[in-house]
C-alpha cells in the first residue's frame, strides 16, 4: 500500500516537472518578458523598456537582467551629463539659483555619475555568469544587487534635492531621474529573481 503510494506521489512529481520544462521551453520571449517583468515593482515599464530586445534576450533570465541595467545606464548617461552642465551653470552663475537648488545640483551631480558607473559595472558583473559555479555565481549575483541597491538609494535623494523648488527645468530633471529610479528598481528585482 505504501508503496502504490510512493509510486503515484513520484508520477505525479514527475509529471510535474515534466510539464514545467515543457512551459518554459514553449515559452516566447515575448511572454517571457511579460511574466518575468511581473516580478518587478513598474511592470509596464519594464515590459515596455526590454520588450524591443526580446529577439536577443531569449528566455535567458540572466541576458534579460542584464538589458535591463543597460536600459537604466542608457538613461542615467545623458542625465548625469545634463546634471553636469547645470552644475557648471550654477557654479557660474551662483546668485541666479537660490543656495538651495545650487547645492542639490552639486549633489546629483555626483550622485548620477555614481548610480551610472554603478549600474554599467554591475552590467558587466553579470557577463559570462552562464558560464561559472557555485560561490562565483552567489558572490556576483550579490555584487549585483548589492550595487543596484546603492545606486537606487543614489537615485531616491537625487529627486527628493530636487524636490526643493527650482522651476520647470529642474521639475524636468526630476521626473527623469525618478523615471531612471524606477528602471534601476526593475533591472534589481530581475536580478533578484535569478537568485531562485
Ligand atoms: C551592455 O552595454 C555594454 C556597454 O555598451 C555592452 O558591452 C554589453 O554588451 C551590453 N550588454 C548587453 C546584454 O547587451
Known sequence: MASIALFFSLLTSLLFTSSMAIASYNQNPTSFIRSSCGRTLYPGLCYASL???AARVGTDSVLLSRFAMNVSASRLKPLSDKIFSLHHRASLAPSSSGGIVTSAIKDCDGLISDASDLVKKSEKE?????EMVGREVTWRISNAQTWLSA???DEGTCSDEFGNGGGE???????????AEQLTSNALALVNCLVN
Open 169 to 179: 527645468e529642474f521639475e524636468r530633471v526630476r521626473k527623469k531621474v525618478k523615471r
Open 126 to 130: 553579470l557577463a559570462g555568469l552562464e
Open 51 to 53: 520588450r524591443p530586445f
Open 151 to 153: 545606486a537606487i538609494t
